[in-house]
Nanobody, 122 residues
């Protein structure tokens, strides 16, 4: 069992930055790819970014490439999403996710966090 707790959401003006954190419980953090999804009102949940279980491979959705950066700290059992140059269309609830032994871009997470709201105003 893995529990994921996000933090760092909030409101920011367009062009601003936010950093999301996701703390994972359990001793098996190293076995999981960690990633981020988001869901805007009236839309389906979509993939944002993920980092493989080894930390060697990182993937981004085209819509955030060059603006968002994800990283993981194995010592702290934490994954981060640094979001720069934010746009109003980035407004969504952002979810942290974990998928066991995933080396490619995350596709079917085993665990989800509770979500954190990010609002970008123009």
């Amino acid at each position: 069992q893995v529990q994921l707790v996000e933090s760092g959401g909030g409101s920011v003006q367009a062009g601003g930055s936010l950093r999301l954190s996701c703390a994972a419980s359990g001793r098996t953090f190293r076995s999981y790819a960690m990633g981020w999804f988001r869901q805007a009102p009236g839309k389906e949940r979509e993939f944002v970014a993920s980092i493989s279980w080894s930390g060697d491979n990182i993937y981004y959705a085209d819509s955030v490439k060059g603006r968002f950066t994800t990283s993981r700290d194995f010592a702290k059992n934490t994954v981060y999403l640094q979001m720069n140059s934010l746009k109003p269309e980035d407004t969504a609830v952002y979810y942290c996710a974990a998928e066991l032994w995933r080396a490619q871009a995350m596709r079917g997470p085993n665990y989800w966090g509770q979500g954190t709201q990010v609002t970008v105003s123009s």
